[in-house]
C-alpha cells in the first residue's frame, strides 16, 4: 500500500525558511512523479512544485518560482521542498502526491496524481 507522509511544517516569519519532507513508502517510486501541492484556507488546492523521480527534471507554479526548490533522495525515497524568502501568503497545507509517469499528463493538475499525502501546515507571519 502506497503511504506518502509529510513533514516539516511550522510557523515563521516572513522572510524565513522551511523545509518540507514527503517520505514515500509501498513501492518503488522510479516510474512516479512526485508533487508538491497547497491549499489555503478558502480556496482550491494549487499546484506548487513537480519533480520526476527518474529523471529528476522539475516544474514550478510561478508565484514560488526562484524562492522553492523540489529535490529528492532517493537512498532514502523522500522528497523535500525547500521554501525560502517565505511570504504570507504562502500560509496553506503542503500536501505531497504521486503520479504514475505518462505521456500527456499535466503535472500541474491534481488530477493527474494517484496518491496524496494527509498535509503538513505552514503558516508564515507578517
Known amino acids: 500500500q502506497v503511504q506518502l507522509g509529510e513533514s516539516g511544517g511550522g510557523l515563521v516569519q516572513a522572510g524565513g525558511s522551511l523545509r518540507l519532507s514527503c517520505a514515500a513508502s509501498g513501492r518503488t517510486f522510479s516510474s512516479y512523479v512526485m508533487g508538491w501541492f497547497r491549499q489555503a484556507p478558502g480556496k482550491e488546492r494549487e499546484f506548487v512544485a513537480r519533480?520526476?523521480?527518474?529523471?529528476?527534471?522539475?516544474s514550478y507554479a510561478d508565484s514560488v518560482k526562484g524562492r522553492f526548490t523540489i529535490f529528492r533522495d532517493n537512498a532514502k525515497n523522500t522528497v523535500a521542498l525547500q521554501m525560502n524568502s517565505l511570504k504570507p501568503d504562502d500560509t496553506a497545507v503542503y500536501y505531497c502526491?504521486?503520479?504514475?509517469?505518462?505521456?500527456?499528463?499535466?503535472?500541474?493538475?491534481?488530477?493527474?496524481?494517484?496518491?496524496w499525502g494527509q498535509g503538513t501546515q505552514v503558516t508564515v507571519s507578517s
Open positions: 502526491a504521486a503520479a504514475l509517469e505518462g505521456s500527456y499528463k499535466d503535472y500541474s493538475d491534481l488530477k493527474s496524481y494517484n496518491y
Open positions: 519533480i520526476s523521480w527518474s529523471y529528476g527534471s522539475t
